[in-house]
């Protein structure tokens, strides 16, 4: 009967199969390729075999979820049931109302991170008195304050709630971009790039944690990858726009790129107003003035949205969602040195492409096409990179494989970078364009990445840190990328290249070295849990004091 009982806690500690496999001490080598099969379809509907089947853990969880205050607990309903199509039906409801919105939140972030690309392909620099070194000191406090407000904006999110924050901060920025248009001299860019990065630097671990709240562990990834098209989307639709609005040199005495600036600006300004009223705290809580007296959900909808959640992974209500992460907590996340190898791959992998992507334009015209040209060349990389971004992803999701897939990033952008080191000077400027448009293309693995960070975090307080952390060290990377390619380099670019090309080489071996990490640690505590009675093990997982991947029953993703 423990046996059993044990059995199902193990089982019910993840919806992934990885961890399920895992976790369960009696698995056989078939129950593994069955498990792995199942990986293929989705896991609507509730069943009778989850993690809260055993009274005595749904038990020890309701106290847990009571001490923490968790803002949904008066749904968790151990024995409720529902429908597969029931769920699908809500989760693409959740779709509409959460997923779409926070897209477009991320559109208003990165619409003032890259218009600065296309605003120097209109001679800001030259109407600035600047030359391409103080571009690149600009980028670089830019991205040295974005990195800086990552864990303190975090922890004030995670404080106040998402739903409060973000859109403070969105307003900020909007209105802080806009002063670009009055841009004079040096000082005053650094001015503004260093607010800018303050003010922008929480906003993507903030709204990650955020939809987390209201989606599954196996959701998260292909969301996310819908989610990081904006950025490709943006790239596009920032293209045309300033290829239009870069045309209104002249009027009222501005240059162009001041008008980019203002009026990108203002429709920034108010998707960050309405995001006040289209952000609810979390699924119990939609009822607001602005979404409507009764909220978005119905009471079987809440629910549903709560018990799966909850069923999927426990751990998501072992905080209240306006209780702040303390300096104790903060610490105890940071020390969780199991989640370094995933920074680590953080800081170097976007590298390669970050140089090439914020001089694209920039490159195109000293190489002889006009600024028309320049913007809208860009466009079909972008859109390639939509298109790889999506299927890296569903391919992860679909081999239930993070480190192998995600290597395909460097893989793909090693030929490319290769070719402009080799490419003759003399070379076409459509063969430097080709080259460049196959670098940009390449399949990004943010998406895999981020879900994966989330899911080895394993609790509430580790995933509100890491998301903020992992995210540090990307920018941490960019900061190095935006200093690839000097003035004295310009404008083919081949020492930066040469330096881009080793750094790609590491990078795939990187991530085989992660997942080997991984493997030798899962392999550890397969022995420790190997060497515990099913009495052991059920004491263990019902009065441990260990958390989050500190857990025996846990297994790391890879």
Known sequence: MASDREDKVAKGSDS??????????????????????????????????????????????RGVYEKAGYENRHRFDPDYKWTAEEEKRLVRKIDARIMVW??????????HRRNINRAISDNFLPETGMNTNDFNYGQTIFLACFLAAELPSGLISK????????????????????????????????????????????????????????????????????????????????????????????????????????????????????????????????????RGKNGWFTEHEELILVNRLLRDDPSKGDM????????????????????????????????????????????????????????????????LFAVNLLIVTWVSRHVNERSVVSSSSNIWIFPWVLGLVLLPEG??????????????????????????????????????????????????????????YRDDDQPLYRRGNRVLLGITVFNVVLFYLVKAFYLWRNRLRDRKWGAMTPEEQEGYVLTTKDEGMQRLDFRFAH
């Open 102 to 111: 926070a897209w477009l939140m991320f559109c208003a972030l990165d619409m």
């Open 320 to 383: 209240n969602n306006r209780q702040a992460v303390g300096p104790i907590l903060l610490l105890k996340a940071v020390k969780d040195w199991e989640m370094w190898p995933l920074y680590i791959i953080g800081l170097t992998t976007y590298i390669p492409p970050g140089a090439p992507s914020n001089y694209l334009s920039y490159i195109l015209r000293q190489i002889g096409f006009s600024v028309f040209q320049a913007n809208l060349l860009a466009i079909p990389s972008q859109f």
């Open 427 to 484: 070379a076409s400027p459509w063969a430097r364009y080709a080259l460049l448009t196959g670098l940009l293309s390449y399949p990004y693995c943010h998406a895999i990445l981020v879900g994966w960070t989330a899911k080895n975090s394993n609790a509430v307080r580790t995933r509100a840190v890491s998301a903020a952390l992992y995210n540090m060290f990307v920018q941490s990377g960019n900061i190095i990328a935006a200093n690839i």
């Open 159 to 290: 404080k106040l709630g998402a739903d409060v924050w973000i859109p403070t901060i969105m307003v900020g920025w909007s209105i802080t971009a806009m002063c670009q248009a009055f841009l004079k001299n040096r000082a005053a860019f650094y001015a503004i790039k260093a607010l800018l990065g303050l003010l922008m630097g929480g906003f993507i671990p903030d709204i990650v944690l955020w939809l987390t709240y209201f989606y599954k562990s196996r959701e998260l990834p292909l969301r996310l990858a819908w989610f990081w098209t904006a950025l490709s989307t943006v790239n596009i639709v920032g293209s045309l726009l300033a290829a239009g609005i870069l045309q209104m040199r002249g009027i009222n005495g501005w240059s162009g790129w001041q008008w980019l600036f203002l009026i990108e600006g203002l429709i920034t300004t108010l998707i960050g107003i309405f995001s006040w009223g289209l952000m609810p705290p979390g699924p119990t809580q939609t009822r607001h003035w602005f």
């Open 16 to 61: 992934d199969p990885e961890t399920k496999e895992i976790a369960t001490p009696i698995a056989t080598k078939s129950s593994r390729n069955s498990k792995e099969t199942a990986v293929e379809a989705d896991d609507y509907g509730s069943t009778d075999d989850h993690v809260f089947s055993d009274p005595l853990v749904a038990e020890r969880w």
